[in-house]
């Protein structure tokens, strides 16, 4: 299957500052990606939707100026936490995919804000 | 969207059949129905989906029911290497959205 991969795989910041998020589709160019954040023993949520060079669409309740998405080519997109606080510790998952019928995950980000 | 039900949790006996249930009953005519698995601290993976009729891959089988309200992923053999959360989905037709419930979690005992 295609491969999707995230950078870093875990980050440790002090709160307040931003951390950006890298996810690559590394062989297929991806027509959507999308954010989850997933809390420990929880299920997957869904942050938002990006287009490539359009703005992402984000799930009701997101902040959308805390959580920035970029997605400026067919196989790179960014999520940035912005002033980052310890509630927003959470593993972040990036997925993509060209058609309806599968979506490729990226192995996680692990955020731990101290 | 349209609602799955799954139970919490199962377990299996090493290299034995694997039969993991989902109720949806609510689903539409163009509702696909998608098994994705989730291994410990580690990203989704896809396992397979389907519309009305059986399907197969090299990783299970996906039985759907005739009134597709309910649908069974099979793993026909289990391993170690399969023990994690499934998650059925259901997408409407043009939805690539994914909307994860709280999913079956399989033990696998050796």
């Known amino acids: 299957g295609a491969v999707v991969s995230q950078h870093p795989s875990r980050v440790i910041c002090k709160s307040g500052t931003s951390v950006k998020i890298e996810c690559r589709s590394l062989?297929?160019?991806?027509?959507?990606m999308f954010w989850y954040r997933q809390f420990p023993k929880k299920s997957l949520m869904l942050m938002a939707t990006?287009?490539?060079?359009?703005?992402?669409?984000?799930e009701q309740g997101v902040e959308k100026d805390k959580f920035l998405i970029n997605h400026a080519s067919l196989t790179l997109s960014t999520l940035t936490v912005t002033s980052a606080h310890p509630e927003d510790s959470s593993f972040y998952i990036c997925?993509?995919?060209?058609?309806?019928?599968?979506?490729?995950f990226g192995p996680g980000t692990r955020l731990t804000v101290l | 969207d349209a609602k799955t039900t799954q139970p919490n949790s199962m377990e299996s006996n090493e290299e034995e059949p694997v039969h993991l249930p989902c109720n949806h009953s609510?689903?539409?005519?163009?509702?696909?129905i998608h098994w994705y698995r989730q291994l410990p601290s580690q990203g989704p993976e896809y396992v397979i989906h389907?519309?009305?009729s059986n399907v197969n891959n090299r990783m299970a089988s996906l039985a759907i029911a005739e009134d597709r309200k309910s649908s069974t992923l099979i793993l026909h053999r289990a391993t170690l290497r399969d023990a994690a959360v499934y998650y059925c989905?259901?997408?409407?037709?043009?939805?690539?959205?994914?909307?994860f419930g709280t999913g079956t979690r399989l033990t696998i005992i050796p």
């Open positions: 997925s993509a995919t060209s058609s309806y019928n599968e979506q490729f």
């Open positions: 062989d297929f160019q991806a027509t959507t």
């Open positions: 990006s287009n490539e060079g359009s703005k992402a669409t984000y």
């Open positions: 609510t689903i539409s005519g163009t509702d696909y």
């Open positions: 389907g519309l009305t």
């Open positions: 989905i259901l997408t409407g037709f043009g939805n690539e959205k994914l909307t």
